[in-house]
């Protein structure tokens, strides 16, 4: 697994943060955080990312020059298009022994974990066909029917001493073409758990995670 392509989709328009992808955060345009990351991982051999933004493109022609470019295809540029549709595309354009997809709303995510999480899933493939990054959770939860998930409560345990479950942060993901392919999926069947630290794990979905973000930037962390 020496050729590894990292993907970064970055579509134009955001519902949620209104051109969120190429926002000005801590005075840079947010995508240029996880590029300038993912470019400074030596085990990665190509950084690609799929935009149909116009304003994407012309600014990683003139700050990201090695980084390639591919144009959405316009029948996969919807909201509702599942992202495994379109990392599919991407696939059958640039050829690769593995695919590392992550997102520009990951501006925290670090190189040095980037690379653990590499060389961990290299180490344990193929007993594991991919990987995803996940938070780790001890807090008391609830269904939607008040149902207790992850404790007993009339067994009143402190947090910190709760079985810890996993939040998908949608960090990171690896996966081989095979996988992808396969399932239509960029988890396989025996996809394998990388932990990251909540406060590198942040993923900008919100106003509010905007918010934060920058703060913690400004505390200089991340």
């Not at 990683?60 to 599919?88: A, H, K, Y």
């Not at 050829?95 to 995510?109: C, F, G, I, R």
Request: glycine content about 4%; aromatic content about 8%.
């Amino acid at each position: 697994m020496k050729n590894i392509v990292a993907l970064v989709p970055m579509r134009h328009k955001s519902e949620r943060v209104p051109g969120k992808n190429y926002r000005p955060l801590a005075g840079k345009p947010l995508y240029h955080y996880i590029l300038s990351t993912l470019i400074s991982c030596p085990e990665i051999s190509q950084v690609v990312v799929d935009t149909d933004s116009q304003t994407i493109m012309a600014g990683l022609s003139r700050s990201f020059p090695q980084v390639l470019i591919l144009e959405r295809p316009v029948n996969l540029r919807g909201g509702e298009v599942p992202m495994n549709e379109v990392l599919l595309h991407d696939i059958y354009q640039i050829n690769a022994d593995l695919y590392l997809q992550t997102h520009s709303t990951n501006p925290l995510l670090k190189p040095g974990t980037i690379s653990a999480a590499i060389s961990k899933f290299r180490e344990n493939y193929p007993i594991y066909d991919s990987l995803f990054s996940v938070t780790r959770m001890q807090t008391r939860l609830y269904d939607s029917g008040g149902r207790p998930i992850n404790h007993n409560p009339s067994i009143l345990l402190r947090t910190q001493d709760l079985p810890p479950i996993y939040e998908e942060n949608s960090c990171l993901y690896l996966f081989t073409r095979e996988t992808l392919i396969t399932r239509r999926n960029r988890l396989g069947e025996r996809p394998m758990l990388f932990e990251i630290d909540a406060r590198e794990a942040w993923d900008i979905d919100e106003e509010l995670d905007f918010s934060i973000v920058e703060f913690l930037m400004s505390k200089g962390i991340g």
